[in-house]
């Protein structure tokens, strides 16, 4: 079945640091990929997806490239800020059938001034 | 355009008592997913409906939980009866249609439940 490993939190930075959540997964076929994130309060919000090997994902200053040969989905971001801090899940859903979303475990990311 | 709706925000329970959750999707999306969302662990899927019908309701505890979606718009989840186990946040999500590797599911806040 479908899995996602995520890095294991709580990471916590200063300001401006350069950011990497790592995520692998395992999948049948040829999933699509994604970065949701969970401001405090708020539900979830799609952060960036992929939908094929290679594909960059980016938004806000995040990105994330699909790498199948290594089957990992990695967050980067070069220079946080504290609104950044939230919590952070890697996900894939399978492009056939339906189309759950299989979640990792979330990694909480706490941004110092 | 309005978000995904849910409510109540939160609920607080003792065990072996009922709850019911409701969800309005974004108008005009056919799907409609409730995720179960236990602390420190990724949201679980319970079950995805495609407008009034059910498309996989593998991982809902059936002998326990119920969910429906009448008329295809709105949905209920109810837990009857309740488990400490069941502590948990309740996530709904709608998306526009089934079948297409772009579509993005959009989620409300949640309902956070508390047994005792």
């Known amino acids: 079945g479908n899995s996602v490993t995520q890095m294991e939190g709580p990471v916590t930075l200063s300001e401006e640091a350069f950011l990497t959540i790592n995520c692998t997964y395992t999948?049948?076929?040829?999933?699509?990929l994604f970065w949701y994130v969970q401001y405090p309060g708020e539900g979830l919000q799609l952060l960036l997806k992929?939908?094929?090997?290679?594909d960059k994902g980016s938004n806000k200053g995040f990105e994330a490239t699909y790498r199948k040969e290594t089957t990992s989905f990695h967050l980067e971001k070069g220079s946080v800020q504290v609104s950044d801090s939230a919590v952070y899940f890697c996900?894939?859903?399978?492009?056939?059938?339906?189309?759950?979303?299989?979640f990792g475990t979330g990694t909480r990311l706490t941004i110092i001034p | 355009e309005a978000g995904v709706a849910q409510s109540p925000r939160y609920k607080i329970i003792e065990k072996r008592q009922s709850v019911a959750f409701w969800c309005n999707p974004i108008?005009?999306?056919?799907?409609l997913y409730w995720y179960q969302q236990i602390l420190g662990q990724g949201p679980k899927l319970l079950i995805q409906?495609?407008?009034?019908?059910?498309?996989?309701d593998s991982q809902l505890p059936k002998d326990r939980f119920s969910a429906e979606r009448l008329k295809g718009v709105d949905s209920t989840l109810k837990i009857q009866p309740a488990k400490l186990e069941d502590s948990a946040v309740y996530l709904c999500?709608?998306?526009?249609?089934?079948?297409?590797?772009?579509?993005?599911?959009?989620f409300g806040p949640g309902t956070r439940l508390t047994v005792l």
């Open positions: 999500a709608s998306s526009p249609v089934s079948g297409s590797s772009y579509n993005e599911q959009f």
């Open positions: 999948a049948t076929g040829y999933p699509s």
């Open positions: 992929a939908t094929k090997a290679d």
């Open positions: 996900a894939l859903r399978n492009n056939f059938g339906n189309e759950k979303l299989t």
């Open positions: 108008s005009g999306h056919a799907t």
């Open positions: 409906f495609q407008n009034n019908g059910v498309v996989d």
